[in-house]
């Protein structure tokens, strides 16, 4: 019987150090493997972790995705924004200003730590930013508009209450307001309206929406006529020949409510009109526009 040698002995050991070697690589890559497939069942964690690296992705991607369009969002609202500057003017209304437009953003200070990467908590404190102050912009944007909604309807009623329209065809001096040498009295006394000529009959129409305040006989002035426009605002329509409304009626801006005459103090037939404010008479003419026509308002 043949006796090993020293370096067979080595040889054989080497060998079984190996094939130990392989055959736990082999387990231990079994295990893993099948681990794997029934979703970690041994707790490792390698799956969750690659798991949540990927979802980590995702999130960021989306978190960019949503800041790009709420970004967007806020330039069309800073758009709507001018926009609606424009339209206040229109409304007489001041200009929301750019402080206050700007309010809504919270600045550096305002930043939240949410204990993440620096490129994550950089991108959440965007996100949050712009929300808010497209938020604010929003809120401040929707009570703007209400706000020249209002404003628009008020002016709209005050402009139908002003007396913007010649109440009668004909000539009329456009010096004829303010001191003058009166024709019939033979002296100089202030003429507290313009003097608009024609024919007996012409119609004549309401110079703005208002309620018939009276109607009668005037002294010199005649058979008058006198229409309350509210806004402290009242016209009077005198030298009249008829009178086709009664005390207390509403009218409306070019509505007919009396004919031309020679009535009271007249040396010819001509329409004696009136603008007055708080009771102080006003130059009619800086009321009404030369163009525009009773008829303009008659439906
Ligand atoms: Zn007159």
Redesign the pocket.
Known sequence: MKSLTFHEVRWARTRLIVMGLLMGGCMLWSLIAINHHYGDVLGLGFIQQTALINENRVLQNQLQFLTHQLNGIQKQLNLLGDKGNEMRLHADLPKLDEDMRKAGTGGIESRIDFTSSISVNSLLNNLRSTAEQADHELHLQASSYEEIESAYEKNKVRFSHLPAIKPMDGFYNKNGFGMRFHPILHIVRP?E???IDNEVGTPIYAAAEGTIEFTGHQGGYGLTLEINHGFSLKTRY?HLSKILVHEGQRVKRGELVARCGNSGLSSAPHL?YEVRVNGVAQNPIDYFFDDVHASDFQN
Do not use: E, K, P, V
């Open positions: 003429h309206g313009i003097d005198g004696h």
